[in-house]
C-alpha cells in the first residue's frame, strides 16, 4: 500500500494547493486593497473558478472541483454578509470539526475510516474488519486522523474569534497553510506508525487479513 496513492485519495498534495490558494489570494487582496472584503471576496472567488476551470481541463472529478467551488463561494458569502473578515475561517472551522466526529463516529461503530479506505483500495472490501487485530489498528490510526481534524479547529478558532483583523486574517491565514499539506503529510506518516505498531508480531501486513475459523464472508458493497 503506497503511501502516495493513499495521500491522493484522501486530497493529496494538489487537493491542499486548491484548498489553500482561494484563501491565500483573500489574505493578500484584503492587505493590498485596504482591508477591502469585497474585493478580496471577489478575487477568492475568481481564483476558486480559475481552478476549477484548469482542473476540469485535466479531467479530474467534477463533483471534486465543484465542491471546492462551492466551499470557497460559501465563505466568500459569509464575509461579505457578516463584513467581518475574519469570518473566512469560519467554513473551514466547521468542515473540520465535522470530519473529526464523523471520523470518531465511525470509529465507535467499529468501522474506522482509514480501514475503510485502504481496505477498499487494496480490493478487500470488508474483509480487514474479520481481522481483530487489522480491526484495532485501523481503529487505533483512525483516531490520529481525529487528532488532525481537532487540532486545526483548536488553532484555527482562536484567530476566527480575534478582534484584531490582522492577526485574525494574516495569521488565520499562514496557520492555515501549514494546516494543510505539511499536516496531511505528518498525519500519514503517524497513522502509517500506529498500524504498524499495534499489529502483532508475525501478522502478515494489510494485504493480507486473517478471518478467525468460521467467521462469516464479508459485507459486499451495493451499487
Not at 480559475?50 to 467551488?69: E, F, M, S, Y
Not at 508475525?202 to 493480507?208: I, N, S, V
Amino acid at each position: 500500500m503506497r503511501q502516495d496513492t493513499l495521500v491522493s485519495l484522501l486530497g493529496g498534495k494538489r487537493g491542499a494547493i486548491d484548498a489553500t490558494a482561494p484563501l491565500v489570494v483573500f489574505v493578500l487582496t484584503w492587505l493590498l486593497t485596504g482591508n477591502s472584503i469585497a474585493w478580496a471576496a471577489s478575487a477568492s472567488l475568481l481564483s476558486a473558478g480559475v481552478i476549477a476551470v484548469v482542473r476540469l481541463k485535466q479531467r479530474r472529478k467534477p463533483r471534486a472541483v465543484v465542491l471546492g467551488l462551492l466551499s470557497v463561494a460559501v465563505a466568500a458569502l459569509i464575509v461579505l454578509y457578516t463584513g467581518r473578515a475574519q469570518d473566512i475561517l469560519l467554513p473551514r472551522i466547521v468542515s473540520n470539526a465535522a470530519s473529526a466526529l464523523v471520523w470518531a463516529g465511525f470509529i465507535v461503530f467499529r468501522r474506522p475510516l482509514l480501514g475503510l479506505i485502504v481496505g477498499g483500495l487494496l480490493g478487500q472490501r470488508t474483509q480487514w474488519r474479520l481481522d481483530p487485530a487489522l480491526l484495532r489498528a485501523y481503529s487505533l490510526a483512525s483516531w490520529v486522523w481525529v487528532a488532525m481534524y481537532a487540532l486545526r479547529v483548536a488553532i484555527l478558532t482562536p484567530f476566527w474569534n480575534s478582534d484584531s483583523d490582522d492577526f485574525a486574517v494574516i495569521g488565520g491565514g499562514l496557520a492555515q497553510v501549514v494546516l494543510s499539506w505539511p499536516l496531511l503529510v505528518l498525519c500519514l506518516i503517524a497513522s502509517g506508525w500506529v498500524i504498524k505498531a499495534a499489529l502483532p508480531d508475525g501478522h502478515p501486513g494489510l494485504r493480507h487479513p486473517v478471518a478467525p475459523a468460521g467467521s462469516p464472508a464479508p459485507e459486499q458493497s451495493v451499487s
